[in-house]
């Protein structure tokens, strides 16, 4: 008769890559909304905080 065999189950969930997909969706929305500020600032001939557009 041989010994049982035991298997090693792993004691916590591991997923290196979890925190990439949130990271960038906030990255891209962030970049997004920056993109919409300026684009509505350079259409409207902002005159205040917008020295770099003449």
């Known amino acids: 008769m041989s010994a049982p065999r035991f298997t090693a189950r792993p004691t916590y969930d591991v997923d290196p890559g ?4 949130p ?3 906030i990255m891209l929305g962030l970049a997004g909304v920056l993109d919409v500020v300026y684009g509505l600032a350079a259409i409207s001939g902002c005159r205040w905080r917008c020295s770099w557009s003449t």
Do not use: L, Q, T, V
Not at 18 to 21: A, L, P
């Open 18 to 21: 979890r925190g990439r997909i």
């Open 23 to 25: 990271f960038a969706a």
